[in-house]
């Protein structure tokens, strides 16, 4: 068994414990870690890390790179731990995200598709070691990857050293389904050959000189499953919308009959939009995304999709069950490649993809918030969704017209963060309905969104903000001192709902006593 | 003169008036002019049709795409005529504006890289007719463009039918700078392949089938010189801290010598930045950018600069009659492309480009306002810096850090109007001085650009506000009913002092009567 996954004999020496390889750790250190939305991270060494610290008691900070957010706890006992001085680019977890906002861990929010260049130029704090899953050890050395790509190639190149977590728990079948790629410096570049989804550009394995192993660490721990939830009354209806909208673009001549590749970003709402093509006519589907959770599963499984490329691949329980014991039936219809390809905008603007990625909240204007709650809060980052929609052919932006049982309504007067500015929001999509918004001025696209995405509830608020707006006048028309009040009316009263306020105790409606 | 100009025979029985040409636009249609920053704008035609309304009275509205703002009054006086009913992707006309801001005009501002997706996709008006300026028929009847070619090949390809302006006033010279590439079809797309700025992978001309062109209108008009204001004391600051930042580079090993290509706005700022390279060390330097400005050529004459690519060219009064009098000189130096190519994410991304654009305002967390005023009010447009910016090697913003003699400060709690997030802020320069912001949180950022970019005279309230937003915590720390206020007492109080208010009569500080 080992000997087909570690194939270079003479590395058998560099097997350590997860322990031991923990030891090389130092305060002060940056860590690249492998791992993208839970999949593929390393697992053992930062949690012997964490117990490390923990029984030693010594002060220890590390600054942790990773491809976006780690699974199996790492995330949460690291934080917990408090040995995190510097996180980029992404992350999703509770008690992290709790650190974050405290100010303890210092939180660096990139495009997904950057981190890899700031490595390159040493633009950030060059990468002491990089720990990196891998299903096998070729005979050269090189480090096939697990389930995910994210930025290992890049940390393994560039750090000094690398441990590898050698994890007997992912089936060797998926050898062969990664296509390692290294765009090189910028200024000395070529143009990066792919103009298909399906295309090979690279290697099956990551490339690093065998002086550079430090030690290899054997593990049998699978991913952390996906906790996703499931479809329901409003998301189906949402994929509706979209579906029919796609269908008018297919009748009008502005997409073929197979669409563009599709990219959907992480998340519940993003996965059951795309559940909507399963009883769509829609066939011969590609997906060109960076993370492919169930959805996209089942849509390979009913030949929906075609062809589908991602840099991770996360799943539920249940499905990943049933894709991992059939792996060689999704190989030639897969390729998982580095994160800076999979959001690289050379690519994503030339394959002309369609982009739905989830939104926090959006004002009137359609400038999108996908990372801070009430304007402050870091929720998990902005991951690809930037990268996506300002290079891609269709920025989608789809959410509930409401959150918090209605306390919130996701369509507010000014957002209160901007994670995506109206020039790159071509589309909104709520249970309510669509906006196209291409070609629409701002006051076109306030009455639009407003009529056709917004909670009825929220309509006459939002009714009267623009309205009272457009009489100061301007391109985009705004009472800036009225811009925020809903968010400070909901943080006074519990509502953004006007005349309105919630009993906390009760958590029932009574009339306002202001 | 004519034979050389116009050198398809069969053409000259096109030839015709402007009052003709004009003649022929409809109520309703669509135009496509040719026209980026005043350079190579389609003029007498425009103007025709105006006077044709002026003279029957009719009511009239056409679209109106450019490339970028048009000069020779056009935009002024189509707007004062109210004949345009939605205008595309750019302005910079007072006239216009107004328009703009009353919504009279909708106006859609978009990247500059993002209008030729649209006309190609079709999802936006089709074109009916497209005027552009020619400084050469060829015998086969395609069109040399003048001193830019902006969005004109693609409104030649998509237009129904096609009248050219051919104007004698520019120097024949001309013919051979420019560079017509169209990427074809998204989706069905190869690689752009350009890997250096001084590469050539096109055409010197627009094709266009012979029967497309309707007529052509002869002219003898320069276009409109640029009213650039000269360096002043601050801008030479502000190149000063600029220089030495790439200085600094240079020493860390992350820029070559010859640093990377550069890109600068429109506007007189960057132009004043740019010309700090003048006084430097730096040579052999390589411009890729989309409006090329007196500071470039004075760059190429001094031979500090190698290369330039651009997609139009805009000087002073000066700076042009030296140019165009020996324009062949230039001719082996220079390249003009299409604004898709000039300000494509593939190319810019590839090449690694140091971006240079101007701020109207900007936030302690780094967000920048490129286009609205007081959140409202449409300034320009927010041209190709979205292009630049997110794509970019280095993310540059320029701007004085005060404005209206100190009464508005250009860095305040929160932007009006978000235009540049945070992610793509890389660096910003003030003449107080520059804080690099790669790899940093919100908070470390807000630190930074406080102490370095800040006027002195806002820095309490600067500190101040982020003081009070950090005991609310949170990732990006706000105090949201607050950070409006700077703006809304700059509207009541004539500024945005705390303490002050500004006596309009006297335009003397005075103590606040709040």
Known sequence: MFAKRL?????????????????????GMTLGLSGFTQAGDAKVVPRALVDRVKQTG???????????SLGSEVDGIMAEAGIINRRLPFQAEKRMRSKINSGDIIYVDQHLSHTAEMVRAG?????????????????????????????????VEHAREVIIELNLAHPLSLEGVHDIYDVGPQGKRQPIMLTEAEQRIGTQAIQVPLEKIKGIVVTEEPDTASSIVQPDEETATMAAHLIEFLRGEVK?????????????????????????FLASEFTDLEVYSEVLQDAVFDLLDADKIRFASGCSIILSPEKGKQVYRNFEKYKDRLILRPQEISNHPEIIRRLGLIAINTALELDIYGNVNSTHVMGTNMMNGIGGSGDF?????????VTKSIAKGGKISSIVPFVSHVDHTEHD??????????????????RERARIIIENCAHPDYRPQLRAYFEEACERGGQTPHVLEKAFSWHTRFQKE?????????????????????
């Open 425 to 442: 929001v071509d589309v909104i999509v709520t249970e309510q309905g669509i906006a196209d918004l291409r070609g629409l001025s701002p």
């Open 494 to 514: 519990g509502t953004m709902l006007e005349g309105q306020t919630i009993d906390k105790a009760t958590n029932e409606k009574e009339p306002t006593r202001v």
């Open 123 to 155: 633009t950030i704090d060059p990468i002491d070691i990089a720990i990196v899953e891998a299903v096998a050890i070729t005979e050269e050395g090189y480090i096939v990857p697990t389930t995910s790509v994210g930025n290992s190639a890049i940390f």
């Open 389 to 397: 929609a300002r290079n891609s052919r269709l920025g989608i932006f």
């Open 7 to 27: 194939r270079n004999a003479s590395l058998q020496q560099r097997l350590v414990t997860a322990r031991e390889a923990a030891g090389w750790i130092q305060d």
């Open 252 to 276: 009008a001549g502005r997409l073929p009959k197979t669409l563009a590749p599709l990219q959907s970003g992480i998340g519940s709402v993003a996965n059951a939009v795309f559940h909507g």
């Open 58 to 68: 010594e002060q220890l900070k590390v600054n942790v790179y990773t491809g976006a």
